[in-house]
């Protein structure tokens, strides 16, 4: 059984290669077959096993930053995201979201793991200007967890069939073993394009019900564009270009009155201290 777990992990981790690479344009009607797919491979409660499983693997490969007044600044943007999106009825019962910061300052990036597992790095933290920009990328890491991106890229990846085997055969840990090797690839799933977009659209949704400024989004999409040299940083790698993004946003918030102009650049301010 052992040996035959083994061979079958072997490919489909190599199937996930090839794939990721080839899946950078994805199209629609693939994202939404892998939808309802993952829907019924992979409910909610089972990214959340998935979930433990993948955040003690991240665990152990990664520091967390030691200073507590960070943390609960990011858990405290975490929340007013999280908050927004149940209150439009989009938090599946099974998630749980939790929010960590990662002690790596040469990394400007965030993922989300399954089951509403969300990690920021330091670098992030570091170049964002205020609490407005940190929540967008909060916003659209939670918008990757709710519109349920993780489970259609796990199907995607890995393939209908060796869900199957894996969530109806007889050995409970193979799941989590399949997410253990998604972490192993680069702790994130790349997306394609058309989720990116999805997540940056309804995380905008999100950061409107949270009282921040919603042209947070694209000022730290300005940023990113300013980072980006010859080689691009490695959060454009699974990316749309900046520029479309900002110009995306833009179009959503036109014609908007009354957008809130708190973008918390002092309490970021002092938060820069403790890193
Ligand atoms: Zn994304």
Partial sequence: MTNRFAVVLTFVFSLGLATTSGCATGGSVGDRANRAAADV???PRQEEDLGSNFSEQIASEVSFHPSESVQSYVNELGA??????????????GINFEFRVIDNDETINAFAGPGGQIYVYTGLLKRAGSAAEVLSVLCHEVAHVTERHIAERLVAIYGLEALKRAALGDNPGMLGNLVTSAAAQGFML???RSHETEADETGLTYMLGTGYD???FIQFFELIQQQSGPRPPQFLSSHPFPEDRIANIRKRLEGRGNLSD???AERHKQILQSL
């Fill in 80 to 93: 007013l995201a999280v908050e927004s999106a149940r209150s439009r009825g989009d938090v599946p019962s």
């Fill in 41 to 43: 491979l992979l409910p």
């Fill in 262 to 264: 708190t973008s918390g």
């Fill in 190 to 192: 790349k997306y394609s």
């Fill in 214 to 216: 919603p042209r947070g």
